[in-house]
T-cell receptor, first 116, second 114 residues
Framework: KAGVTQTPRYLIKTRGQQVTLSCSPI?????VSWYQQTPGQGLQFLFE???????NKGNFPGRFSGRQFSNSRSEMNVSTLELGDSALYLC???????????????FGPGTRLTVL | GDSVTQMEGPVTLSEEAFLTINCTYT??????LFWYVQYPGEGLQLLLK?????DKGSNKGFEATYRKETTSFHLEKGSVQVSDSAVYFC?????????????FGKGTKLSVKP
């Protein structure tokens, strides 16, 4: 079974631009979560989608948004990029998210975003 | 709120040494606990997990026991290899609180020397 895939793997943007990252979950998984990883703040939760609905959101500004499609694929968008948005963005998929205590999140390789 | 605290790194060991990485947690509900590992330039890989008190998770020689009385989930391995060099993250998911997100510790970098 194929794992979680993320595209692109690397991205370079300039301040003020916007960016869209894509995540394809493991087949059959309906929950997709996004995390930001930086050296200073570590791993922080952005948001989680389940069956095309955002169920949970972390403490990030409204410039960070996402969506999920009917095939469970997800995208996240960051508008008006700032230097501090430079990070590794990780996507994780699971069967049903937090609805079952036996559920497990599986991560993709991440997208490395650099903002200049 | 929920939180995870793990020992600061980096940790440097010789091959075949015993490894312990401490992890403690605070949670309002009944969390599941996880250890993830991240190799350079890669995403996170699930190493092991435990879903209730006294459960022991194990994988690839690594073990961790869910201790509710001490709110701990320490990672251990009896004999580390150079290939175990990576960053290890302890995490929880609290099903009594927020759904769908993991809460991570800061990570512990392990370097194993031949």
């Amino acid at each position: 079974k194929a794992g979680v895939t993320q595209t692109p793997r690397y991205l370079i943007k300039t301040r003020g631009q916007q960016v869209t990252l894509s995540c394809s979950p493991i087949s059959g998984h309906r929950s997709v979560s996004w995390y930001q990883q930086t050296p200073g703040q570590g791993l922080q939760f952005l948001f989680e989608y389940f069956s095309e609905t955002q169920r949970n959101k972390g403490n990030f500004p409204g410039r960070f948004s996402g969506r999920q499609f009917s095939n469970s694929r997800s995208e996240m968008n960051v508008s008006t990029l700032e230097l501090g948005d430079s990070a590794l963005y990780l996507c994780a998929s699971s069967l049903v998210g937090g609805l079952a205590d036996t559920d497990t999140q599986y991560f993709g390789p991440g997208t490395r975003l650099t903002v200049l | 709120g929920d939180s995870v605290t793990q020992m600061e790194g980096p940790v440097t060991l010789s091959e075949e040494a015993f490894l312990t990485i401490n992890c403690t947690y605070t949670a309002t509900g009944y969390p599941s606990l996880f250890w993830y590992v991240q190799y350079p330039g890669e995403g996170l890989q699930l190493l092991l997990k435990a879903t209730k008190a006294d459960d022991k998770g194990s994988n690839k020689g690594f073990e961790a026991t869910y201790r509710k009385e001490t709110t701990s989930f320490h990672l251990e391995k009896g004999s580390v290899q150079v290939s175990d060099s990576a960053v290890y993250f302890c995490a929880l998911m609290d099903y009594g609180g927020s759904q769908g997100n993991l809460i991570f510790g800061k990570g512990t970098k392990l370097s194993v020397k031949p």
